[in-house]
Every structure is written in C-alpha cells, then in structure tokens.
C-alpha cells in the first residue's frame, strides 16, 4: 500500500507545472480545440517511451498525470481567457472606441501614404 501512495506521489514534479504552463498558452491559440490537445498530449507521451533520455524516462503514472495537467492547464487558460476577453469588452468601452479610431486613423495614414507613393512614381517617370 505504501508503495503504490508513493508512486504518485513520485508522478507530480517540476514537470508537472511545466506542462500546465505550456498548454495554458497553448489555449490562447483559437484553432486548438480539445481533441487537439488531447491528440498532442497522448502522442507526447508515447513517444516520450521510446527517447532514451533520462528527463523521459517515466512511470505509467507520471504519464497519466502530465495528462491531466494537460488538461487542466489547456482548461484553464481557456476559462481565463474568456473570463478576462468579456471583462474587457463589457467594462471598456472607451478603449474599444478609441481601438476603432486608432484603427480609422492607420487606414487614412496608409491610404495616404500610398497615394505619395503613387505620384512620386508618377513624377520620376515624367522625369525620364
């Protein structure tokens, strides 16, 4: 009994929170789903069996719960994301304005700078 309370208690380590990191910013990518993270996090770590390096080799425990921190960062980041999103957009509508204005103000500046760009070439082939 002893040895199998010990076994996971071994499986949780640095690693562990590295991988709840790594896939908290992996939720902040729009196209990653679910089923994308779970393809990503099981191909991992099968493959993660045949490296002969000493940071893959685990046990079968430790494996399972880098998935699930997987899981819970991937979930996470994703709830925060949402959470921190409709907080923005509901509390600041002053910045979106002001996001919309700047946005019309580059769409003028580039329009203008085209058009320059435009007569200074009309103008060196009058030139020629």
Not at 96 to 108: I, L, P, R, Y
């Amino acid at each position: 009994m002893n040895e199998l309370v010990f076994t996971f208690n071994d499986s949780i380590n640095l690693y562990s929170i590295i991988h709840f990191v790594e896939y908290a910013i992996l939720s902040l990518i729009p196209f990653v789903n679910f089923i994308h993270v779970v393809l990503i996090s099981v191909l991992w770590e099968t493959l993660e069996v045949f490296i002969p390096q000493d940071w893959a080799n685990e046990n079968i425990p430790n494996k399972f719960f880098d998935i699930i921190f997987n899981f819970s960062g991937f979930y996470s980041g994703r709830v925060l994301f949402k959470y921190f999103k409709s907080k923005y957009y509901s509390d600041n509508t002053e910045i979106n304005d002001d996001t919309k204005m700047s946005n019309e103000v580059a769409q003028a500046m580039a329009s203008k700078i085209i058009k320059e760009a435009e007569e200074h070439r009309r103008n060196r082939r009058e030139v020629e």
